[in-house]
């Protein structure tokens, strides 16, 4: 069985963009459920770890997506849709993107 070193690799990048791309999101909307909490019950510690919960989260987003390509790896209106709705420009931005193809 040989294997090519390049074709893993890329399966590799592909398959760690993805899902860290799916994880940032899940943790920016944990990070803004805990800033919600925080600021509704006046606990500061809640509103701290969700802002930085949030920023972390947009931080892994850039650098996931920055090697994304839409048109390859796009959810099209489904990803615009669900950008829309948790707030997310990038999201937003790609659905659109990988839609136009």
């Known amino acids: 069985m ?4 390049n074709q893993n690799q890329n399966q590799s990048q ?3 963009q993805g899902p860290g791309l799916v994880a940032s999101h899940a943790q920016y909307v944990k990070g ?14 809640w509103t701290n770890s969700g802002a ?3 920023q972390d989260a947009v931080d892994a987003m ?4 920055a ?5 390859q790896k796009g959810f099209g ?7 829309n709705l948790v707030g997310c420009e990038g999201m ?3 659905g659109a993107e990988s839609r136009k193809e």
């Open 2 to 5: 040989s294997s090519n070193p």
């Open 14 to 16: 592909s398959q760690s």
């Open 32 to 45: 803004a459920a805990e800033e919600t909490i925080g600021n509704l019950t006046g606990a500061q510690g």
């Open 52 to 54: 930085q919960d949030k």
């Open 62 to 65: 850039k650098s996931a997506s």
């Open 67 to 71: 090697n994304r390509d839409a048109s």
């Open 77 to 83: 209106g489904v990803e615009e849709k669900a950008g």
């Open 92 to 94: 937003v931005k790609e």
